[in-house]
C-alpha cells in the first residue's frame, strides 16, 4: 500500500520567495532571474496578480542576495557594495525620488539576539530630520527619520498600527523597515539577504507573524529587507536526513578511489560534489522513511516534534557576532543608498 499524507496540515516556514517558487521556477506569473558577482548570488523574483495567488506571496520585486561568508572585512564589503547596487534599483523601481524622505523602521526585539537585527541596524542609521529643522544639512543628504518600536510583547501595542501613526503625523515619502526572517534551508541562515517592495509582516522570523506594514496599509512605498536568522527543528532535521543521503551515496560510489583513503573521512566536505542519489540507496539507508518525498519527510517530521513542542526555532551559536556583521552591512548600505555624500 502506497504511503499517503495530507500535505495540506503543513505550513513550510519561510518568508523567502526563492524558497517558496523553489531553484526551477516554473509558475506562471512568476519571473526569476539570477547573475552572480564573484561568490555571491542575486536572485530578481517578479510577482504578478496570477502568481501571487498561486504561492500565496504578495505581487511585487524581491530580490534576494546569498552569499557564503561575512565574517572577514574582504568578503563584508563584497557583500555591501551588492547590496547597496540592489537597494538603489529597488527604490529606482519605485519612483521614489532622491528628494524622498524616509522612515527606517527597525522591527524585532533586542532582547532577542536572533530578532535583534532591525534594531541594530537603527543605532547606525544616519538620521537628518532635527538638522533639517535648524537648516543645518549640506546638500546630498535626505530627510531621514528611524524607528524602533519594540514588539507587542513589551509595548502592548500592534506594530502595525504604531508605525501607521507615525506615519500620519510626521509624513514621509515611503519606509524601509528591517526584520529578521525565517528561512526553510539552513544553508540560507545568516547567508542571505531578502528585499521586497512589498512589505512585510513583524515577527515571522521568529514564527510570531502580525499584520503587515505595506502600501496597503501606510498608503507609501515599503521596502522591506530582512535576514533569515532562524530554522525551525523540522527543517534541520529533514535536512540532516537529506545529507545523510548524499553521504552514503558519496561514500558508496568513492570506497575503493585511493586517493579518498589518504583522507580522514570526517574531513571530506560531500556536497562539493555532483552526488545523485538513487531511490535504492534511499530505501537501504532508511527503509520506509527513505520511500518518501522531501516534502513528505518533513510533514512527517512535523507531525512527530509538533504534538510534543519540540519543533523549535533554531539560531547558530555565533548569532552574536554574526548579527554584529550583518547589521553593519545593512545600515551602512542604507545610508549609501539614502544620502550621496556618504561614501562606499
Not at 537648516?135 to 506594530?159: C, H, Q, S, Y
Not at 526555532?313 to 555624500?341: R, Y
Request: hydrophobic letters at 35%.
Amino acid at each position: 500500500m502506497k504511503h499517503e499524507i495530507d500535505l495540506q496540515k503543513y505550513q513550510i516556514r519561510t518568508d523567502l520567495a526563492i524558497e517558496v517558487i523553489g531553484e526551477n521556477n516554473k509558475i506562471k506569473g512568476i519571473i526569476s532571474k539570477q547573475k552572480k558577482i564573484d561568490d555571491i548570488k542575486v536572485t530578481a523574483v517578479w510577482i504578478d496578480e496570477y502568481g501571487s495567488k498561486q504561492i500565496n506571496k504578495k505581487k511585487g520585486n524581491y530580490i534576494t542576495i546569498e552569499f557564503k561568508d561575512v565574517t572577514d572585512y574582504n568578503n563584508s564589503e563584497s557583500v555591501k557594495a551588492v547590496f547597496v547596487n540592489e537597494l538603489k534599483e529597488l527604490i529606482d523601481k519605485n519612483n521614489i525620488l532622491d528628494s524622498a524622505s524616509c522612515l527606517i523602521v527597525g522591527l524585532g526585539n533586542y532582547k532577542s539576539t536572533p530578532d535583534s537585527l532591525g534594531p541594530k541596524v537603527i543605532k547606525d542609521i544616519i538620521v537628518t530630520n532635527h538638522l533639517f529643522m535648524y537648516g543645518e544639512v549640506e546638500d546630498g543628504f535626505r530627510k531621514t527619520f528611524a524607528l524602533n518600536p519594540g514588539v507587542m510583547g513589551t509595548t502592548g501595542v500592534e506594530t502595525s498600527e504604531l508605525i501607521k501613526a507615525i506615519v500620519n503625523t510626521i509624513k514621509p515619502d515611503f519606509v524601509i523597515a528591517v526584520d529578521a526572517l525565517a528561512s526553510q534551508s539552513i544553508e540560507r541562515v545568516n547567508k542571505t539577504i531578502q528585499m521586497t517592495d512589498t512589505g512585510i509582516h513583524p515577527g515571522s522570523g521568529v514564527g510570531n507573524s502580525r499584520k503587515e506594514i505595506s502600501f496597503d496599509t501606510l498608503g507609501i512605498p515599503v521596502i522591506a529587507i530582512g535576514v533569515p536568522t532562524v530554522v525551525d527543528a523540522v527543517t534541520i532535521v529533514s535536512d540532516t536526513i537529506n545529507y545523510m543521503f548524499k553521504h552514503y551515496t558519496y561514500t558508496k560510489n568513492n570506497i575503493n578511489n585511493p586517493s579518498h583513503k589518504l583522507v580522514p573521512t570526517s574531513s571530506i566536505n560531500y556536497l562539493n560534489s555532483d552526488i545523485k542519489v538513487t531511490d535504492e540507496d534511499k530505501r537501504k539507508l532508511m527503509g520506509i522513511v527513505g520511500n518518501l518525498e522531501e516534502n513528505e519527510i518533513k510533514q512527517l517530521i512535523f507531525e512527530v516534534l509538533t504534538p510534543i513542542g519540540y519543533n523549535l526555532m533554531v539560531t547558530p551559536k555565533e548569532i552574536d557576532f554574526l548579527m554584529d556583521k550583518l547589521s553593519n552591512i545593512i545600515s551602512d548600505g542604507i545610508n549609501i543608498c539614502l544620502h550621496e555624500k556618504v561614501d562606499n
